[in-house]
């Protein structure tokens, strides 16, 4: 876990919005492989092991999905990963693709739930758990893979600032508040303005299908 991003981290469970206290066992350059996060509110205690941060409730590890270069620079490309200072959080299967992102980009990468054997540090860090552990408007940009989970959705949604992006899958709908900037059969990329925040809950649904010509 890249210690800079612990500051955006929070706990999920619902009270105030407060940073977390890093207690750490064991670094390497400014990854945190061994420690825990402790909530100030609610006490709660969130353990790092091998540099991935267990928020609890996570779904099952999802198999173990080979990196494509085509997806990895179309997520590059279309999250406008460009820059050391962005921050991108990518959901899911997405998060298989982080490492050759790396390659390519200096962004730092933020893996949510991702499949099996994608490894944490070099710029990447990985959370396991029900939700999006984030503050709101935290990160740059956002990848969505399980937009059947409401509560990973919003919590997604959420942590994209003003200026950031949006992608997620063409057959579901983009959230309010977002602007779409490019569609293709397999994915939207959607933008929200400047200054905005989104803090509502996010229904996002599935597209209906285009009728028949």
Known sequence: MHIPLVDILRCPRAHDDTWLVASIERA??????EGVLGCPICSAEYPIREGVVDFGEAPAPMPYVAPREDEAVRLAAAL????????ALLDGAWGAHAPLIRSMSPAQLLLVNPPEGVPSGDGISVVRGR??????????A??????ENGEMVASV???VRGGGRLLGPAGASIPDGFTELVSDAEVWVAGLAAGA???APVPLTRRPPSPSP
């Open 80 to 87: 406008d990963l460009t820059e050391a200072r962005t921050v």
């Open 28 to 33: 390497e350059a400014r990854d945190i492989i």
């Open 131 to 140: 939700v999006a552990p984030l503050a709101a408007g935290s990160v740059n």
């Open 142 to 147: 956002a990848a969505l893979d399980a937009v």
């Open 197 to 199: 925040s989104v803090n």
């Open 157 to 159: 949604v959420r942590a």
